[in-house]
């Protein structure tokens, strides 16, 4: 079945330790693909999009995400988080053959001071 | 403020109630979207509507209903034959379809 994969649940770091969060999908052809966050107790929040052009995508936040469209990824990426990035990450797709975004199952940051 | 606002907050239902979630935006966006969060299972999608008038089902449309009279609401009504209701459930609107959704505060619907 076409879907997103995110495969980390829960990832555990200290402050100022890298982060890099996966995410797979298996859709073929054209899509949009986007990070959204969700701190506690706050509304789902984009962090970045990814629509075409330069595959190297830079949000707010210190955030960055690679497409890999040979690896059908769109990793997320932080050179180093802050204590105030736990939260919750989805990664969701856009695609022509679908009525609205398809999201992961989420991975659940906790940056530890 | 531009936004998506969702109400109540917390709902809590008595088995074999009717309960209808609120969603309103002043985005002026066409497509509208219903969300169910359960832990560990990411987001999946309910309902959605294109325009006013009309809507369709998601993935799991079963047990829910809604209307899309004007632009701005796009009421969810979980009704007694949802198996599970209790999750949070998130509004969403967007420009167009597959591009950025912008999302309410959520409701948190619990079955006492």
């Known amino acids: 079945a076409q879907s997103v994969s995110q495969h980390n649940h829960h990832v555990i770091l200290s402050e100022a330790a890298s982060l890099e969060l996966g995410c797979n999908y298996s859709y073929g052809g054209t899509v949009n693909l986007f990070w959204y966050v969700q701190y506690p107790g706050q509304h789902l929040q984009l962090l970045l999009k990814y629509f075409s052009g330069d595959p190297l995508v830079k949000g707010i936040k210190g955030f960055e995400a690679e497409f890999i469209k040979s690896k059908f990824s769109f990793n997320l990426r932080k050179p180093s988080v802050q204590w105030s990035d736990t939260a919750e990450y989805f990664c969701a797709v856009g695609h022509t053959g679908r009525r609205a975004l398809t999201f992961g199952s989420g991975t659940r940051l906790q940056v530890q001071p | 403020d531009g936004g998506i606002t969702q109400s109540p907050k917390y709902l809590f239902r008595k088995e074999g109630q009717n309960v209808t979630l609120s969603c309103e935006q002043n985005?002026?966006?066409?497509?509208m979207y219903w969300y169910r969060q359960d832990p560990g299972q990411g987001l999946r999608l309910i309902y959605y509507?294109?325009?006013?008038?009309?809507?369709q089902k998601g993935d799991i449309a079963e047990g829910y209903s809604v209307s899309r009279e004007k632009k701005e609401s796009f009421p969810l009504t979980v009704t007694s034959a949802q198996k599970n209701p209790t999750a949070f459930y998130l509004c969403a609107s967007s420009s167009t379809r597959n591009t950025e959704a912008f999302f309410g505060q959520g409701t948190r619907l619990t079955v006492v």
């Open positions: 509507s294109q325009i006013v008038n009309d809507f």
């Open positions: 985005l002026n966006h066409d497509a």
